[in-house]
């Protein structure tokens, strides 16, 4: 219960300071869905000049890229963490936060929450719906329950790479990150796997699990029965990483040698 009420008063504090600037806060938002709308324009570019990819239709690229929108979302609200070597290992910001009674982690992921990604939750929904009637998909009652856990899935998948990501600081105080490449990889995952090459695949299901954030998950919904065990991997997998890469993180602060010189 105490984490509870810290969670929902750091959100109290952070609507409070980012209505303080609405102009910035509309800013924000709009680019976010631009930078969405930018993404569905290639993959509509794309099929004006094929009528498949691998097999896969238009409208369920689009399904796949919705579904997609929804985990990234929630990742993208409270795991906003890509700076975190820079800020809190390099500056010693990581020193105020060891000094505070509750879990690190928990503080840097609140710390850096940006609320206003969760409009990207709308904009897949949204898009899952349009190519979802596209492609006359109906869902069965518990099908909205697999929904939320395959999206929660999916979020964890992305919280645990990019949390172990950000652990390596605790050994590596440099000013260079992987971060940048690694959301970049991660885009590969709201396209069907089989578009690309053995390796590739391995690596974007088992290694860098990007695949269960997008195209696995979805093919469930969109009757790929050849991926359905994927598909039920999914929150499996999710919080594989994560605990994972708590423990990582775990292990980490207990070798952060701190600010100085």
Known sequence: MFYVSMFFQYIGQYMKTRFQYRADLIVEIFSDLLFQAVNLIFILV????????????REEIIFIYGFFLVPYALFSSFFNIWDFNERYIVKGE?????TRPIHSLFQVILERMELESLFGVI?????????GSSLGL???????ILLIVFVLGGALVYAGIFVMLA?????????????????????????????YNNVIRFTLTWILPFAFVG???????????????YAFLTPVVGLTFFVVSVVLWNLGVTKYRGAGN
């Open 46 to 57: 794309v099929f004006g000049h094929t009528q498949a990819l691998s097999g896969w239709s």
């Open 94 to 98: 990581m020193d105020r936060i060891l």
């Open 123 to 131: 904009t897949g929904v949204a898009i899952m719906y349009y190519a």
């Open 138 to 144: 109906s869902f069965a009652w518990y099908d909205y």
């Open 167 to 195: 652990s390596i600081g605790f050994w590596s105080d440099a000013r260079t990150s992987i971060m940048p490449m690694m959301y970049n990889i991660g885009n590969y995952g709201r396209y069907p796997v089989d578009i």
């Open 215 to 229: 195209v696995y998950p979805s093919a469930y919904f969109l009757g790929r029965e050849e991926w359905y065990n």
